[in-house]
């Protein structure tokens, strides 16, 4: 059985997103309301941020903490701190810090993401990013882990194709932030 949900304004419809997510009904939006609220745009945009402004300490910490890093709490407050007191930029050598082995790993995983984007930023296609950190950085596959977050993998579609837009009028990066920013 199919139904259909139509809003007169999309005004509500995080909400009844998120009722449909806590009780598992499976749905298909036509439109995502919520597609700047949630997690994947933050998380894309932020790593997408220090590509521009590698000293940006709030997109860092958000992509420490974020399914590409996922490092503890200890590790995020080491890795600021170390930030902080040496002037360093995003992803800078951390080999020297305190880190737990899992945490150093993880890490190195994440440092080795950023530094592919940063070359394929050179490019200059926003949607290849995008793709980049979806699929080769784990996104995709952190939320096929958890069957509460597969909701979010219809938001992929939308942001890869907001992001073939500005490649197709070759607007590029910059102007891609400020659009996704203010959201």
């Known amino acids: 059985h199919e139904i259909a949900v139509l809003f007169r304004t999309s005004s509500n419809q995080l909400h009844y997103e998120k009722a449909l997510r806590i009780a598992g009904i499976p749905y298909t939006l036509s439109a995502v309301q ?7 745009m933050n998380d894309i945009y932020s790593i997408l941020q220090l590509i521009i402004f590698h000293e940006d300490r709030l997109a860092f910490a958000a992509v420490l903490r974020s399914p590409l890093c996922r490092l503890s709490d200890d590790a995020l407050i080491t890795v600021l701190d170390v930030m902080e007191q040496d002037g360093e930029s995003a992803f800078f050598d951390i080999s020297a810090a305190p880190l737990s082995a899992e945490d150093a790993q993880k890490y190195a995983v994440c ?22 950190i979806w699929y080769a950085g784990g996104y995709r596959l952190y939320l096929l882990g ?32 400020d659009y996704v920013r203010p959201r």
Do not use: T
């Open 34 to 40: 919520s597609l700047f609220l949630e997690a994947p």
């Open 146 to 177: 958890d069957p509460l977050y597969q909701v979010y993998l219809q938001h992929f579609d939308f942001i890869h194709e907001l992001a073939v837009q500005y490649d197709m009028q070759e607007r590029g990066l910059a102007p891609f932030l």
């Open 111 to 132: 440092q080795k993401l950023y530094r592919e984007l940063v070359h394929l930023a050179r490019g200059g296609f926003v949607a290849q990013l995008v793709s980049h």
